[in-house]
């Protein structure tokens, strides 16, 4: 199972969110560019990263720390969600080095779009799924939509083969330490033509091995390394 240290930016700032409050933030790290650097010291072979300014304002704002943290790759894989809403935003970001992209808001809004960019840059745009009660959230998270996950990637797929993963997060359980939605994990996964990966309240070690037995591609962590209360490499053994 692949394992995703998260760099979540706001104002520069390496933080992590509480339910996707922008109000409920915290600090870890002025230095997004040293964080990453710990992460793959550590031993991992993935990192994800999240542009909140991006998520809220339609267009990628925090430039200057993905560069930093890309930097810190030196050629390894980086994903980055939020702001990622069009063609030239896609193109000047994979320019910048980041190996995938994470498109939530304009591929619900426009998923015939978003299945003809995933032919255009195949391998490199993953589907993001953010939902609270099942239901698709969008504009960092601001809104929700009627449009349910499961029917979202069921449609996804019909119209592309080319979507790298699919990043689920269930909004209620991002950083909020109580584990992930398994449930609704497991109700996606059986729908979803393409590799699932788990984000949101990914908390102990039973946590990642509970994810691993039920098959899981993924799992994206971040909180629960940053207070210490998981150490990357035990995780890591688990999950390999």
């Known amino acids: 199972m692949e394992i995703w240290p998260a760099i979540d930016l706001l104002g520069g700032n390496c933080v992590r969110l509480q339910q996707g409050d922008y109000g409920r933030d915290t600090v870890f790290s002025h230095s997004p560019g040293d964080v990453a650097k710990r992460w793959f010291d550590e031993g991992s072979r993935f990192l994800h990263c ?4 991006g998520a809220k304002s339609g267009s990628v704002v925090n430039e200057t720390a993905i560069r930093e943290i890309v930097a810190a790759a030196n050629g390894r894989p980086v ?20 190996s995938r992209l994470v498109v ?13 960019m995933c032919d255009r840059f195949p391998g490199h745009l993953v589907l993001g799924l953010d939902a609270w009660d099942g239901k698709v959230a969008t504009e960092g998270w601001l809104k ?14 019909k119209l592309t083969k080319n979507c790298v993963a699919v ?15 398994f449930d609704s994990l497991a109700e996606l996964e059986k729908v979803s033509p393409f590799p699932v990966i788990c984000s949101g309240g990914v908390t102990t070690l039973d946590d990642i091995r509970r994810l691993v037995a039920q098959g899981t591609h993924g799992a994206i962590l971040g909180r629960t390394l940053y207070e210490g209360h998981i ?10």
């Open 50 to 53: 999240v542009d909140l300014d």
């Open 79 to 98: 994903q980055l969600g939020g702001g990622v809403r069009n063609v030239e935003t896609i193109q000047r970001l994979l320019d910048l080095g980041l």
């Open 144 to 157: 929700t939509s009627e449009t349910t996950a499961s029917d979202l990637v069921i449609g996804i797929g």
């Open 167 to 181: 990043v689920y997060t269930d909004i209620s359980k991002d950083g909020m330490m109580s584990g992930p939605n």
């Open 231 to 240: 150490q990357l490499a035990d995780v890591l053994a688990i999950a390999r």
């Open 104 to 116: 939530g808001t304009s591929a619900l809004k426009d998923p015939p779009w978003f299945a003809e």
